[in-house]
């Protein structure tokens, strides 16, 4: 069982910069990150592979890297340029096999949530 713990949410005006990790307790294989606004569905935002290879979903490519430190079993998340539609509550996610997963199924562990709100 893999325990993944977030931190870094906040509130940030329109054009800033907030950055989220996840400490996760032991060794995983992908690792993504999904976010989720009141009355929607979770929704992929990007993912990185065990050997740092990436994907993104249309709404943040640009503005978001994800990234990972194997040694430190961490995931990060550096986001620049925020818009109010990024609020949401951020979630990290980890899957048990190599699979670079866009979907929630694909994940088995989760972490908690980190909240994210955009001023306008």
């Known amino acids: 069982q893999v325990q993944l713990v977030e931190s870094g949410g906040g509130v940030v005006q329109a054009g800033g910069s907030l950055s989220l990790s996840c400490a996760a307790s032991?060794?995983?294989?992908?690792m993504g990150w999904f976010r989720q606004a009141p009355g929607k569905e979770r929704e992929f935002v990007a993912v990185v592979s065990f050997s740092g290879r990436t994907v993104y979903s249309d709404s943040v490519k640009g503005r978001f890297t994800i990234s990972r430190d194997n040694g430190k079993n961490t995931l990060y998340l550096q986001m620049n340029n925020l818009k109010p539609e990024d609020t949401a509550v951020y979630y990290c996610?980890?899957?048990?096999?190599?699979?670079?997963?866009?979907?929630?199924?694909?994940?088995?562990?989760w972490g908690q949530g980190t909240q994210v709100t955009i001023s306008s």
């Open positions: 032991g060794r995983t294989f992908s």
């Open positions: 996610a980890a899957a048990d096999m190599f699979v670079m997963g866009t979907t929630p199924q694909y994940y088995r562990y």
